[in-house]
């Protein structure tokens, strides 16, 4: 009897100390990737070129959405200008080259800022972006526009995959038509069957919101559709289960599997006719917080992402966003 006690208590020692050892170890991962942003992240001012065109691609990205918004603010966008300006002085001034895409895209915009308020007689008096350009005139920009119009054509029929995906942008602004919600549910299940996932655990869970003040309470606790979000019939909430994550490697897993699963939906939302934006979810522990209370979560969810939709307008504004195209390498 004593031994049988002795052997049970043992054992759960034994569970017990695993069980503190990998926890030990999920932290000790979690101080690397903590580690890994600090050194390379934007928290590191001795910019890298990676950094440097990062920098620059997040700052001019709010000028080009701005371009699109329907109704166009003249003059917005001032304190992002002064961060582009300065993301571009600084990546000239370590010296990297000014033929890279990312950068002429940046300056094409800021060109395109200047000449969309001049062809409407707006003087927006702004003598640091005007000397900033003037002084860069001999750089060759590109001379595609920064954002497009596009026409939504029901019943297009694809030929190819770069076809049907090139057709889905990110439309932050809806029609006022009425929404078919059955819709949702549909792409859902679609993206949800053809997702592939780690060991096929489909981790990611789904929360729809609909009702009109818990869209408000998430739009302004998520803040990146500033100035956007006309008409946003819903937001879908990409959770990740934790209950799905096994061992103490699986760190990303479940946001890896969040993503592609979001990737899908967008296109599957695309493919029933709803247009949709991806929303990141990269609160500070008070914003989750504040949103678990809302929708009702635990813990144990993760978030993923978001997605707002609605249905196409007729005529829908998109940005072309510059394409970082030196992403290879062979090896
Ligand atoms: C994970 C993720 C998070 C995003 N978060 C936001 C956001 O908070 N606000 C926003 O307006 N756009 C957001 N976007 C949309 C991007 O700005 C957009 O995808 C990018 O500019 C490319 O444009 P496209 O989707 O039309 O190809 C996000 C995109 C992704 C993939």
């Known amino acids: 009897m004593k031994r049988m006690i002795d052997t049970t208590i043992i054992t759960h020692m034994k569970a017990g100390l695993k069980t503190f050892l990998a926890k030990r170890v999920l932290i000790k991962n979690y101080k690397r990737d903590a580690n890994s942003i600090a050194k390379y992240s934007f928290l590191n ?23 699109t918004n329907n109704s166009f603010r003249y003059g917005f966008g001032r304190s992002a200008i002064i961060q582009t300006i300065k993301a571009l002085k600084q990546y000239e001034s370590r010296g990297f080259s000014r033929e890279n895409s990312t950068y002429i895209s940046a300056l094409s915009i800021l060109r395109s800022y200047v000449d969309h308020h001049k062809s409407h007689n707006k003087e927006i008096g702004f003598p640091e972006l005007y000397n900033f ?27 190819s ?3 049907f995906a090139s057709t889905r942008h990110s439309i932050r602004d809806y029609s006022d038509s009425k929404f ?7 792409s859902i299940r679609d993206a949800n069957k053809v997702s592939p996932s780690s060991c096929n655990r489909r981790p990611w869970e789904i929360i729809v919101v609909r009702s009109e003040k818990l869209l408000k309470d998430i ?17 879908i909430c990409i959770m990740v289960s934790s209950y799905a994550l096994t061992h103490k490697y699986e760190r990303h897993e479940g946001f890896v599997n969040a993503g592609i699963f979001g990737m899908n939906l967008m296109y599957s939302l695309h493919d029933h006719g709803i ?22 979560i635990g813990e144990d969810l993760m978030f993923g992402m978001f997605i707002s939709v ?11 966003s510059p394409v970082k195209e030196e992403i290879l390498r062979w090896l």
Do not use: W
């Open 310 to 320: 609605g249905n196409y307008k007729e005529l829908n504004h998109a940005t072309i």
């Open 161 to 163: 995959f770069i076809d």
């Open 275 to 296: 247009a949709s934006c991806p929303l990141n979810a990269s609160m500070s522990s008070k914003h989750e917080k504040k949103l678990r209370r809302l929708l009702g």
């Open 45 to 67: 001012r001795n910019r890298t070129i990676n950094s440097s065109i990062a920098f620059i691609l997040y700052s001019v990205h709010s000028i080009e959405k701005g371009l």
């Open 219 to 235: 739009v302004a606790i998520q803040g990146g559709l500033r100035g956007f979000g006309k008409n946003t019939s819903a937001i």
């Open 133 to 159: 350009l003037d002084e860069r005139e001999d750089i060759k920009i590109m001379q595609q526009p920064v954002c497009k119009k596009i026409f939504f054509e029901k019943g297009n029929t694809f030929r």
């Open 180 to 186: 078919d919600y059955s819709k949702i549910n549909n």
